[in-house]
């Protein structure tokens, strides 16, 4: 017990990870292991209990938790995560933390970026994202822009100009679907103070007029919703696991993005 505090107190001040020690306790305690499978279209991160792994087969025959990302067609270099799930019994006790954390390494590890799912995150989750976006000295992250409206799919009493209708910048290259950033918002609440280029000349709204809203560019930058993130020492953290028994199995290709 003494030994395995002092890992998890080792893991914490190297990796800053908010890993609990309580959560990795109760793994241990239950017979809970992470069983991972990777290739460089995607990361899946099994929670299973141990008698149901067959060693001999390599073969699971039933989790009680699925964490997943795929590549994200438009940004080739970044992952999104696609599925999480954890059994009601374990909710709540630190173990989806340590399963973000280590999807999180293997995407690293393959060399891509990681964001959240781009249509909905839940409030749980959404914590998880906002502590890595105020944890810079753990995780790389890059800041994403909001997609500009298509000026080829003109929108019917609304004026396209491309000197004005953009968001952080004109570049598209890092532009990515904000969606669950904007379900995530109050957006009535940036209603006010705009500016002349949130109105079409006939003075209505643009459909994309918060991007003059002040309060809405400062909640978009501090938002962990917007950004993509890499563990700055995903093999120290993947190490750690594996030394505490935890990480017992991971079958994957090794691949390097060219990002």
Same mark, same amino acid.
């Given at each position: ?10 893991? +914490? ?21 992470? /069983?991972?499978? @990777?290739?460089? =279209?995607?990361?899946? /991160? ?27 067609? %438009? ?5 999104? +995560? ?17 399963? @973000? =954390? ?17 249509? %909905? ?16 000295? /753990? ?16 929108? %019917? ?6 000197? +004005? ?10 532009? +990515? ?12 609440? @940036? ?51 594996? %030394? @505490? ?15």
């Amino acid at each position: 017990m003494k030994l395995l505090r002092q890992l998890i107190r080792n893991l +914490i001040m190297e990796n800053a990870s908010v890993i609990q020690s309580s959560a990795v306790q109760l793994m241990k305690d239950n017979g809970l292991i992470i /069983v991972v499978e @990777y290739d460089s =279209n995607g990361c899946h /991160v099994f929670l299973v209990e141990e008698k149901n792994f067959d060693k001999e087969y390599n073969d699971i025959r039933d989790h009680v938790g699925y964490f997943s990302s795929i590549r994200h067609s %438009e940004t080739p270099e970044t992952q999104i +995560i696609d599925s999480t799930y954890i059994d009601h019994e374990w909710r709540n006790k630190g173990i989806g933390t340590i399963m @973000y =954390n280590t999807i999180l390494a293997l995407c690293t590890k393959q060399g891509f970026w990681l964001m959240s799912d781009r249509d %909905e995150v839940s409030s749980k989750a959404q914590r998880i994202w906002e502590k890595w976006a105020g944890m810079p000295d /753990v995780y790389d992250m890059e800041q994403m822009d909001a997609p500009a409206p298509d000026p080829n799919q003109w929108i %019917e009493g609304e004026d396209f100009d491309p000197e +004005i209708d953009y968001f952080l910048t004109r570049d598209k290259s890092d532009d +990515i679907s904000m969606d669950s950033f904007l379900n995530n918002s109050n957006l009535s609440s @940036y209603s006010s103070n705009l500016g002349d280029n949130a109105y079409d000349a006939y003075g209505n709204e643009k459909g994309w007029w918060y991007f003059w809203s002040e309060d809405f560019r400062s909640d978009f930058l501090d938002s962990g919703l917007t950004k993509r993130f890499k563990m700055k020492d995903s093999e120290g953290f993947i190490s750690a696991l594996k %030394e @505490y028994g935890i990480l017992k199995y991971q079958f994957g290709e090794e691949h390097e993005t060219s990002a």
